[in-house]
């Protein structure tokens, strides 16, 4: 008897659902990434008075940064709760919704110029709502992603949510770093800013109605013929919690490599916008080239050796990274290098992390808890990397905190992945 999935691994039923799963994911990472890239710019407009400091405006824009974060395992609990009950398809069509709108509002938002105080309140509301649709569309991407994948490829499969988070954080910064070069700074600070959300709308319009033709997961859909049978509540909270062990390096080195790098290299080593923007774009090139390719590669030797190496590799060359980039007389290709291969390695532990999650839950619990692990460790160590890098450098002059935070984090990651079984890789996902 033949493999029931294997017939249908290039139909076009299958690649229209990976689409639909992954587009959601890549408008959500082109905010959050164009928020990052325009922290210092959003910090003069919306948190800045004339008793406020540069650096005390850039907190607090980080501030709001991390509420958002801390939204989202809300959002994992509330819309994985309704992915688990009565489809990942509704389900995520409504995530985007919430997700456009509310990242199109924040390029209308008036400013502290505008409307004063209120206008911190405005964005911080804003944005706790992106940070709610945020927490609902990572539970419910892979799960569409891995369901739909055969046994031996989940790997890949899930390495495409990934893939879609590069993608999304190079559009990102590659429109930034267009509107930096095209627009005087005077410009870019009154109304270029606004630019990358407003391109959310027609963006998510598309993610709409490629979601509208979604098809429902067959393993949903066969758990749903069944009998129902709860999965236990204790054994769904201790997977959580594992998984955001072997999530929390991913979290904090990608976020600190990916997103923060470019108010890092302004704001601590007095780097120029533009140049700050090219960095990213290289750490981001490099995190996207790796991310397949360690998917794939999960699929032949397994999760944890390829995201082991991952979280080793970023202890061993946290230090020496900053080091280089703090160095005067290092020239810019060296620094390129340095950034290119920051990004190369974090997708090693990105790559396979999907599918890792994926496997550790069963198919009534699986939209709800990779939901909650992955948004729950986005909160601590990538929502709070920004604010704590800042606060920390101001506190105590020291500009190898970024190091130390991706190092201490990764250094913990490595001994969660190790209790990961050699041969999940190998077994169905469980309904």
């Not at 819309?79 to 990942?88: K, N, V």
């Not at 110029?113 to 539970?139: C, I, N, Y």
């Not at 020239?331 to 290098?337: C, D, L, Q, S, Y």
Request: with cysteine.
């Amino acid at each position: 008897m033949s493999a029931p999935a294997t017939p249908v691994v290039d139909t076009p039923r299958i690649r229209r659902s990976l689409v639909a799963g992954t587009v959601g994911n890549f408008v959500e990472w082109y905010e959050f990434g164009a928020y990052g890239f325009f922290a210092t710019v959003i910090a003069a407009n919306f948190f800045s008075s004339t008793s406020t400091s540069d650096a005390e405006s850039l907190i607090k824009t980080y501030a709001s940064f991390a509420l958002a974060f801390f939204f989202r395992p809300i959002g994992a609990a509330v819309f994985g709760r309704l992915g688990d009950r009565i489809g990942r398809r509704p389900t995520l069509i409504l995530v985007l919704l919430l997700m456009t709108a509310s990242t199109t509002l924040i390029g209308l938002l008036p400013t502290y110029a505008t409307v004063g105080a209120a206008a911190p309140w405005l964005l911080t509301l804003v944005r706790a709502l992106q940070g709610l649709s945020a927490g609902g569309e990572f539970g419910g991407a892979v799960s569409i992603m891995t369901e739909f994948a055969p046994k031996t490829q989940r790997g890949l499969y899930g390495a495409w949510q990934s893939f879609t988070v590069a993608l999304g954080l190079l559009a990102g910064a590659g429109l930034a770093a267009i509107l930096a070069t095209s627009l005087s700074q005077e410009a870019l600070s009154d109304w270029g800013w606004r630019v990358p959300f407003l391109v959310a709308l027609p963006l998510g319009l598309v993610a709409l109605w490629l979601r509208l033709k979604l098809d429902e997961t067959p393993n949903f859909t066969r758990a749903a013929r069944e009998e129902p049978r709860p999965a236990a509540p204790r054994e769904v909270a201790k997977a959580i919690a594992l998984g955001i062990g072997r999530l929390m390096g991913w979290s904090a080195a990608g976020y600190t490599f990916l997103v923060v790098m470019p108010s890092y290299l302004q704001a601590t080593l007095h780097a120029t916008f533009q140049q700050a923007l090219v960095a990213t774009v290289l750490a981001n090139t490099g995190f996207a080239m790796s991310i397949i390719p360690a998917g794939w590669l999960s699929d032949r030797i397994g999760r944890r050796p390829v995201m082991v190496t991952g979280a080793a590799l970023v202890v061993v060359l946290a230090f020496p990274l900053m080091n280089l980039l703090q160095d005067k007389e290092s020239g810019n290709v060296a620094k390129g290098i340095a950034v290119f291969v920051a990004g190369l390695v974090v997708g090693l532990m990105a790559g396979p992390g999907p599918a890792m999650l994926a496997e550790m839950f069963p198919t009534r619990a699986r939209y709800t808890g990779l939901g909650l692990a992955y948004s729950l460790s986005n909160a601590v160590f990538s929502g709070s990397a920004g604010l704590i890098i800042t606060e920390l450098i101001k506190r105590t002059k020291n500009v190898d905190i970024p190091a130390w935070y991706v190092a201490v984090t990764c250094a913990v990651n490595v001994a969660a992945l190790l209790t990961l079984r050699g041969d999940d890789y190998r077994r169905e996902l469980r309904d």
